[in-house]
């Protein structure tokens, strides 16, 4: 924006204001009714339309809510087998989702290493196994 130009802009608002310009206006004193699929453009929302009324996700946001259930899922195990096992599989939907996202490296999400395998594979006589 040019310099100055803001307030010309707040100047003009005020102005409007004092003169009653915003009074009466339709849906005075109610919540805005904001669009809630203005991101999307507009050759496209009657599909996405169509998909929120099937209860389909995009595919981004159904990988993410995959990551937050294995998440969960990988929280509440024991066996480090399984653990390693699920901690795969939650490394590949991330790495799903950050090339559906196709952004820069750096937005990326993270992969998880699970306390670097779980300090490596678990504890000395962890499953009947000694890892010395």
Do not use: W
Not at 8 to 36: H, M, T, Y
Request: glycine share 6%; proline share 5%; hydrophobic share 35%.
């Amino acid at each position: 924006m040019f310099p100055g130009f803001e307030k010309i802009v707040e100047e003009r608002i005020l102005r409007a204001q004092k003169n009653g310009a915003f009074e009466d206006l339709p849906g005075a004193g109610k919540p805005l009714r904001l669009e809630e699929n203005g991101h999307i453009p507009e050759d496209l929302r009657l599909a996405h339309k169509i998909l929120k009324n099937a209860d389909c996700l995009p595919p981004e946001l159904e990988t993410q809510k995959e990551i937050r259930q294995t998440e969960e899922l990988l929280a509440g195990m024991e066996d480090t087998a399984e653990k390693y096992h699920t901690m795969k599989k939650l490394n590949f939907l991330i790495m799903k989702l950050n090339t559906i996202r196709n952004t820069s490296v750096n937005l990326d999400m993270d992969q998880v290493y699970m306390a670097k395998l779980t300090e490596r594979f678990g504890k000395p006589g962890q499953n009947g196994r000694d890892h010395s």
